[in-house]
């Protein structure tokens, strides 16, 4: 089944989510599939992880190549809530394992110190270019500010993954991997709690760093990366190009891949399974 909630507001999403629970009542064996869609679809996630229910959170892009698949042209809410019904049914979806409340406190934090470090950046860039005296004082202070708030941010992210011991060794293992700090690597376990139980293609893929096939017939085109997660690709670039230069392992293998390319004056081809 699937249940369209629209954008309402805290109030009306928990009326929204008794409403659901009043209808579920007595009713097993129910997979309930809806899109992800920012921040509107992660207090129905944290309810029904919290209820038992099995569910499912699909990527809208897949959901809407669907659509179109069936010939669904039409978009409102109540046809998207039959279309994924219907998804759900004919690709016979298998629901999704459920997460913990620390999970979704860890990722609402990073989701604020992202918008912290934006805004911070921001008002960096202000500054340099500010003449006025004023505006340069409220931006020092705007600075200051943003900086005691991702540094409290920070302690918050910290004390729950110590309480979580689990996630403080992980999080420790990534720190032994030369050009990986603390920050990288809690970032990386937060947005990909999968790394460490999928084989490295699954993961390459999830993160979007797997260079995709496009071939049909004798036609050859270029493999690109698609899709993924864009901020844990976000998270490691700068370790990447830091890890290059001090990583020994890692500069010897990017090394070898470069030379190899040059030297045998040929472009670069993902290795196949």
Same mark, same amino acid.
């Not at 369209?4 to 599939?33: C, M, T, Y």
């Not at 202000?126 to 708030?149: K, S, V, Y």
């Not at 979580?164 to 060794?169: A, H, Q, Y």
């Given at each position: 089944?699937?249940?369209?909630?629209?954008?309402?507001?805290?109030?009306?999403?928990?009326?929204?989510?008794?409403?659901?629970?009043?209808?579920?009542?007595?009713?097993?064996?129910?997979?309930?599939?809806?899109?992800?869609?920012?921040?509107?679809?992660?207090?129905?996630? #944290?309810? /029904?992880?919290? *209820?038992? +229910?099995?569910?499912? $959170?699909?990527?809208?892009?897949?959901?809407? &190549?669907? =659509?179109? !698949?069936?010939?669904?042209?039409?978009?409102?809410?109540?046809?998207?809530?039959?279309?994924?019904?219907?998804?759900?049914?004919?690709?016979?979806?298998?629901?999704?394992?459920?997460?913990?409340?620390?999970?979704?406190?860890? #990722?609402? /934090?990073?989701? *604020?110190? +992202?918008?912290?470090? $934006?805004?911070?950046?921001?008002?960096?860039? &202000?500054? =340099?270019? !500010?003449?006025?005296?004023?505006?340069?004082?409220?931006?020092?202070?705007?600075?200051?500010?943003?900086?005691?708030?991702?540094?409290?941010?920070?302690?918050?992210?910290?004390?729950?993954?110590?309480?979580?011991?689990?996630?403080?060794?992980?999080?420790?293992?990534?720190?032994?991997?030369?050009?990986?700090?603390?920050?990288?690597?809690?970032?990386?376990?937060?947005?990909?709690?999968?790394?460490?139980?999928?084989?490295?293609?699954?993961?390459?893929?999830?993160?979007?760093?797997?260079?995709?096939?496009?071939?049909?017939?004798?036609?050859?085109?270029?493999?690109?990366?698609?899709?993924?997660?864009?901020?844990?690709?976000?998270?490691?670039?700068?370790?990447?190009?830091?890890?290059?230069?001090?990583?020994?392992?890692?500069?010897?293998?990017?090394?070898?891949?470069?030379?190899?390319?040059?030297?045998?004056?040929?472009?670069?081809?993902?290795?196949?399974?």
């Amino acid at each position: 089944m699937a249940v369209p909630l629209g954008r309402a507001q805290p109030s009306k999403f928990r009326r929204r989510f008794r409403s659901l629970s009043n209808w579920l009542e007595g009713q097993e064996d129910v997979l309930i599939v809806f899109e992800a869609t920012g921040g509107y679809h992660r207090g129905l996630e #944290r309810y /029904l992880g919290q *209820a038992g +229910r099995s569910f499912l $959170k699909v990527n809208p892009k897949q959901a809407c &190549r669907f =659509a179109q !698949a069936i010939g669904c042209l039409a978009k409102t809410d109540s046809v998207d809530a039959q279309m994924l019904a219907r998804m759900g049914i004919a690709l016979d979806l298998s629901p999704q394992q459920a997460e913990g409340e620390d999970a979704h406190v860890l #990722r609402e /934090l990073l989701t *604020a110190r +992202r918008a912290m470090a $934006k805004d911070q950046v921001t008002a960096k860039t &202000r500054l =340099a270019t !500010a003449q006025n005296p004023l505006i340069q004082e409220q931006l020092c202070h705007r600075i200051e500010d943003i900086g005691a708030d991702i540094k409290a941010l920070d302690d918050a992210i910290a004390q729950i993954a110590k309480q979580r011991g689990t996630l403080e060794e992980r999080i420790r293992r990534l720190m032994t991997i030369p050009g990986i700090g603390r920050l990288t690597a809690t970032t990386m376990l937060i947005d990909m709690p999968e790394l460490g139980h999928l084989d490295s293609k699954k993961i390459a893929a999830l993160a979007g760093l797997a260079p995709m096939t496009q071939q049909s017939g004798k036609w050859q085109g270029k493999e690109r990366i698609t899709g993924g997660r864009a901020s844990s690709r976000r998270a490691i670039y700068m370790p990447a190009l830091v890890a290059i230069r001090f990583n020994r392992d890692l500069h010897e293998t990017y090394q070898r891949l470069v030379n190899t390319l040059l030297r045998e004056t040929q472009d670069w081809l993902p290795e196949r399974p």
